[in-house]
């Protein structure tokens, strides 16, 4: 893909700036007469009602001294009075931030970014009603919303998800269907095949009805005074664009936890979950991630691939993109970032990912120009599901269908057998190296999984286990409070597994087929170094295993650290130190690369992170599949 050409930085505005232009503040309006002491949001919004020439505005690339740097997007010919001007509550902002440089910087855009016309006439449903879909609903695929009026809105499948009484759902943009406007209206497949620019040749199965949309929202309005909201409220919950379709439990579709890559094998076979890519689990995207590799999926233009942002420079001033942002999308306050990758209309909504990991959907757009690259605003995934109605788990795949079948095995007619023989296909569905490894040393008594059947070694042990598990309170065990350096750092997935290595986190007793969120702090850091989402499988059972990459010395990863496990129900957290060794130890050789950018890319690893002195780490997850891969 074509790198940006303009990039420059058109103005660096500092705190001394926004003091000199103090008539600024005051010609905002009163909702906005001060700037807010709280999230970025609220003085994001105030800059965009004050310039329509302001595209986006977040976090980049840290500066030499660690701190966060605020970028804002500009509209290629903004004249630089106005942009400062709009920009004085956003520099007063930053001065005042802890841990975050006083110069916001700015980069060129060609345009603002836009949603296209959500609706197109058709004169009934005709022909786009006799195909006849698939059963399986991959994300990427298209669909489309009965509008009523001779109108469907085009877009694509953000999510398969689990909703919060184990039903299926999709997410997708909540500008699909105008926000809360939309809420009731009722979706269905599109041919993949007939998925085009060309709207009038689309066909759809008008007879099976995917689902009805039950949750729909797109940020504040940022231009209209008289409905903007208080400042209070404009932070990443109020500024969210996604929405809940509700599968009609009767359709027989079946969702997998699949992106479409759009092969012309694929789209020609109208058939998209025959080439996919499984998910993983999902990511939050940092400015550590800016330049990294991502793709998104979706109807009109299939798999496109990109960058996080950008990657040029300006002298000594590194400009990169922008993340934990928000951009006026066609008005509309939407937190997410900014990427460079194609998107046009119909691409709404579609799965915006980092390898196999989710991190968005596709909420606007710029289109690219002879000087400048094709933009996309994603509406984060990782912050998204966090406010969406009840609690959402993402659907992630795998290459057999085996764990589908496993649940059955806990509660079969086996606990009238000895009390041991339960705990042996229990860590088998916990994902396997992940829950056996953690069970054994967290389990204190004894390598069974059951420490209840020692409470209670009366005459019924085989009604005993089968009642216990389904009363065991939620639990955070980490499988060591100290570990030498040596055995903390692998240089892989799978060396961390088999000899293993880091450190284990399970959950157990949390809500089956619930998400559970692990965050990782170094040496009481208020920020999380690592976080990642995985799913607990039927028993309740959740694990993750952290370890340091052999792109640092073991020696830097000598610190304390604590682990935070968020499930439905509750907040757990435990520590754990990473020591020196005792007597040396082998603690994996450097490769002499220091960037980052051989992080595993296998499980639900997250993305390269510095984390202080303590040098990259990497999380991986143990995912559990709850969707099935085709069977034929």
């Not at 066609?330 to 990991?357: C, K, N, P, R």
């Not at 008594?445 to 209670?456: H, L, M, N, V």
Request: some cysteine; proline content about 7%.
């Amino acid at each position: 893909m074509a790198r940006p050409t303009m990039g420059k930085r058109t103005v660096a505005l500092s705190a001394a700036v926004a003091l000199g232009l103090g008539g600024a503040l005051v010609a905002a309006p009163a909702a906005f007469a001060a700037p807010a002491a709280g999230d970025l949001g609220a003085v994001a919004a105030q800059a965009f009602a004050q310039s329509s020439k302001l595209a986006a505005i977040g976090y980049g690339e840290k500066d030499e001294n660690g701190e966060k740097r605020i970028v804002a997007q500009v509209v290629k010919g903004a004249p630089e009075a106005e942009v400062e001007e709009a920009l004085a509550p956003v520099t007063a902002f930053a001065a005042k931030a802890a841990k975050t440089s006083d110069v916001v910087e700015t980069q060129e855009v060609a345009a603002l970014y836009s949603v296209d016309p959500l609706a197109n006439p058709f004169e009934g449903w005709g022909p786009q009603a006799e195909w006849p879909s698939k059963d399986e609903i991959v994300a990427g695929s298209g669909y489309i919303g009965d509008a009523g009026g001779g109108y469907v809105w085009f877009c694509s499948v953000g999510f398969p998800a689990t909703g919060p009484s184990g039903e299926d759902a999709i997410l997708t943009a909540g500008h699909c269907f105008d926000g809360e406007d939309g809420v009731g209206t009722n979706v269905y497949p599109e041919r993949p095949s007939t998925a085009s620019e060309d709207y009038q040749s689309a066909e759809w199965d008008g007879n099976r009805r995917l689902g009805t949309v039950s949750h729909a929202q797109f940020g504040p309005n940022t231009f209209d005074f008289d409905t903007q909201q208080p400042e209070s409220e404009l932070v990443p919950a109020t500024a969210q664009d996604y929405a809940v379709i509700d599968v009609d439990p009767a359709s027989g579709f079946t969702l997998l936890g699949e992106v479409a890559n759009w092969s012309e094998g694929a789209k020609a076979a109208d058939d998209l979950a025959t080439d996919s890519t499984p998910i993983t689990g999902v990511k939050d995207v940092t400015p550590d991630d800016i330049g990294s590799p991502m793709w998104r999926s979706g109807r009109t233009t299939g798999k496109k691939t990109g960058e996080v942002g950008w990657d040029t420079s300006d002298g000594d001033v590194s400009l990169g993109g922008i993340v934990d942002g928000y951009a006026p999308v066609d008005g509309h306050l939407v937190y997410g970032f900014a990427a460079e990758a194609e998107s046009i209309e119909g691409d709404s909504g579609g799965a915006v990912m980092m390898g196999d990991q989710g991190v968005g959907v596709v909420s606007g757009g710029i289109d690219a120009t002879s000087t400048s690259p094709a933009m996309l605003w994603t509406a984060e995934l990782h912050e998204g599901l966090k406010h969406l109605p009840g609690g959402y788990t993402v659907k992630t795949g795998g290459e057999e269908p085996s764990p589908t079948p496993s649940p059955t095995e806990t509660p079969e007619p086996t606990p009238t057998a000895e009390p041991t023989e339960t705990p042996e296909p229990t860590p088998s569905e916990t994902e396997t190296a992940e829950p056996t490894e953690t069970a054994e040393p967290t389990e204190t008594a004894s390598p069974t999984e059951e420490p209840t059947a020692t409470e209670t070694p009366s005459e019924t042990p085989s009604e005993t286990p089968s009642a216990t598990p389904t009363e065991e309170p939620e639990e955070l065990t980490i499988s060591a409070t100290e570990v030498e350096a040596s055995k903390f750092v692998a240089d892989s997935e799978e060396q961390a597994e088999a000899e293993n290595r880091g450190v284990v986190y399970t959950v157990t007793g949390a809500e089956p087929n619930s998400s559970v969120t692990f965050e990782t702090f170094i040496d009481g850091e208020s920020e999380s170094a690592k976080t990642v989402t995985v799913e607990a499988d039927a028993n309740g059972v959740a694990g993750s295993r952290i370890w340091g990459l052999t792109t640092a010395a073991p020696e830097a990863y000598i610190g304390d650290y604590e682990v935070v496990a968020t499930t439905s129900e509750d907040v757990h957290s435990a520590e754990f130190s990473v020591v020196a060794d005792s007597e040396g130890g082998n603690g994996g050789e450097d490769d002499g690369n220091d960037d980052g950018k051989d992080l595993p890319r296998t499980g639900s690893t997250t993305g390269p992170l510095v984390a202080g002195a303590a040098g990259l780490l990497a999380l991986g997850g143990a995912l559990v599949y709850i969707a099935r891969r085709r069977l034929s």
